[in-house]
């Protein structure tokens, strides 16, 4: 569902519950130059600048940072995952990678929130905890983020 002028609508804590799930991400495909240039900045190690490097390595040619993977499913979230009124604000997170992300993968999210738990000191927002799949284009799970986001309720309405 969307507002009018294309956005959607923001969602508050009230919204969401225990088992509810968000699929339909935007897709992006990590190109060899992306991997080599993010790994240049961040993590550069060898099986991540350099395809004949990686070869002699387990994952047997060049493969993306794991951390890269983190950053291009936080962008995947941001465009097409669920719209949290104040952003998406995390408190925490819990990453696991389960296959290497090679050049010419194509990612996409999918989440389910696991717990909703209002603050017990400040009224105005609770904590919802959710567990985000990004997968590649054959369906297979390349990561498993557990994170703990703020997500404020919704306002007091002024109307009576």
């Known amino acids: ?9 923001r969602l508050y804590f009230e919204d969401l519950h225990a088992g509810q ?27 991540h600048l350099d395809a004949e490097a990686g070869r002699s390595t387990v994952f047997g040619g060049l493969v993306a ?17 669920p719209a949290l009124a104040g952003g998406s604000v995390g408190l925490g997170a819990e990453l696991d990678w389960l296959k ?4 010419g993968d194509t990612l996409r999210v999918q989440g ?10 400040r009224p105005d927002r ?9 997968c590649n284009q054959h369906g297979d799970v390349v990561q498993v983020c557990i994170s703990k986001i703020l997500v404020p309720r919704r306002p007091a309405s002024h109307d009576a």
């Open 21 to 47: 799930r968000f699929t339909g991400s935007a897709a992006c495909t990590v190109s060899e130059a992306e991997i080599k240039a993010f790994a240049a900045e961040f993590d550069p190690q060898p099986f």
């Open 1 to 9: 569902m969307t507002s009018p002028d294309g956005a959607k609508p």
């Open 100 to 103: 290497p992300v090679k050049p």
């Open 65 to 81: 940072s794991g951390w890269h993977t983190a950053a291009l499913t936080m962008r995947l979230i941001l465009q097409g995952g």
């Open 126 to 134: 609770g904590r919802v905890t959710m567990r985000v799949e990004t």
């Open 112 to 121: 389910e929130v696991l717990t909703t738990t209002p603050s017990r000191s």
